[in-house]
């Protein structure tokens, strides 16, 4: 069973959409959580940090389920620019050297 | 402010061959990575250096070798390349020890095809 399980999409929506991405894991003992973003034949960057009350920037909110496990990412007014491929990562407490990377969410945002 | 940075960006081999991919950072973090990302696989650690003169296998480690050269620098080393390596590496850099929580920051990717 992978680490980290992510739908692959691609997610199609209009501009403007609210778009909503969830991520599984596997490891209940795992500690920090984050989403990346990369876009086509780029490096991923880091969008946000995952806390586990939950939290926010401008447009991005993130959500942890630890009950669950499982993190989300939901994008408010989709702008063209946020297409991309989504990456939720997971790091084990046992090690925090070992990012566990899910495969990606394509997001296609359309005019 | 280069962050981390890979040479080369491209390369092609033939089976058998050897290189070496290099990575250096100048954001002075102790924790250095490689990864490979191949299509619908997410990216994979190959080996990572917690600190100067330590490194440590990660998922992906076999027909790979590293050194960590100096803090700054994080090379991999394919001794004989196999057309199963074909994929994109990334290198990556995280302060450390004491700052767990932080990210990672990605070098640009060596796009690397063994035929």
């Known amino acids: 069973r992978k680490e980290v399980e992510q739908d692959p999409g691609p997610f199609n929506v209009p501009e403007g959409a609210t778009v909503a991405f969830n991520c599984t894991y596997s490891?209940?003992?795992?500690?920090?959580f984050f989403w990346y973003r990369q876009d086509c034949r780029k490096e991923p960057k880091l969008l946000m940090s995952?806390?586990?009350s939950g939290n926010e920037d401008g447009r991005f909110t993130a959500q942890l389920n630890r009950a669950s496990q499982y993190i989300s990412l939901l994008i408010r007014d989709s702008k063209l620019s946020d297409s991309a491929t989504y990456l939720c990562?997971?790091?084990?407490?046992?090690?925090?050297?070992?990012?566990?990377f899910g495969s990606g969410t394509k997001l296609n945002v359309k005019p | 402010n280069a962050g981390v940075t890979q040479t080369p960006k491209f390369q092609v081999l033939k089976t058998g061959q050897s290189m070496t991919l290099q990575c250096a950072q100048d954001?002075?973090?102790?924790?250095m990575y490689w990864y490979r990302q191949d299509p619908g696989m997410g990216l994979r650690l190959i080996y990572y250096s917690a600190s100067e003169g330590t490194t440590d296998k990660g998922e992906v480690p076999n027909g790979y070798n590293v050194s960590r050269l100096n803090k700054r620098e994080f090379s991999l080393r394919l001794e004989s390349a196999a057309p199963s390596q074909t994929s994109v590496y990334f290198c990556?850099?995280?302060?450390?020890?004491?700052?767990?929580?932080?990210?990672?920051?990605f070098g640009q990717g060596t796009r690397l095809t063994v035929v």
């Open positions: 490891n209940s003992a795992s500690q920090s």
């Open positions: 990556a850099s995280r302060p450390g020890t004491g700052r767990e929580n932080t990210e990672a920051f």
């Open positions: 995952v806390y586990s």
């Open positions: 954001m002075n973090h102790n924790s």
């Open positions: 990562v997971v790091v084990p407490v046992y090690n925090f050297n070992k990012f566990y």
